[in-house]
């Protein structure tokens, strides 16, 4: 997922907050993820105030506010590989797992991690972009720590608001 919308400027870029808009966003987020049954058993979240925000208005519209998070500095200051080895951490019984951070990282990692044999109508959804607040479900093949290229399929593919 990525971060909801954000204000575009603060003291520095890690604490920059969400606007309503943005938060409005997160939350229809947690809603869709609740309606489509992906309860996150695990959460890895930039440590970025917006990205941070972002999860705790999913959790909370969503009920998820009991799910182990981690929060992660290098996933704010760190490229896709940085997320995908943040993600190859995850506990092994870990099986509903939500990441919550940046573009162009976020989006990059769907499309590392697909092998264009999912949901035709998601992956379509994911090549016209990855706005705020854009949700993007893999189903993994694989365990968190052997994630690589194309190890999973993109089979869902939601958009919580726009830009």
């Known amino acids: 997922m990525r971060h909801a919308k954000a204000e575009s400027f603060a003291t520095t870029d890690h604490e920059r907050k969400l606007t309503d808009r943005g938060r409005a966003a997160a939350e229809a ?36 506010v009991d799910t182990p998070v981690v929060f992660e500095e290098a996933v704010f200051n760190g490229g896709p590989h940085v997320v995908i080895d943040a993600l190859r951490v995850v506990p092994d019984d870990a099986q509903t797992v939500l990441f919550v951070g940046h ?25 016209q972009g990855f706005p ?3 949700v993007a479900v893999l189903e993994m093949r694989v365990a968190w720590s052997e994630l690589g290229p194309e190890t999973g399929s993109v089979v869902g593919y939601f958009v919580g608001g726009a830009d």
């Open 29 to 64: 987020a947690g809603a869709w993820l609740r309606q489509e049954s992906l309860v996150p058993d695990y959460v890895v979240v930039s440590s970025a105030l917006r990205a941070v925000e972002t999860w705790q208005a999913v959790a909370e519209a969503g009920d998820f």
């Open 103 to 127: 573009n162009p990282a976020a989006s990059y990692l769907c499309h590392f991690l697909d092998d264009g044999e999912g949901d035709p109508e998601a992956t379509t959804g994911l090549l």
């Open 132 to 134: 705020p607040a854009t």
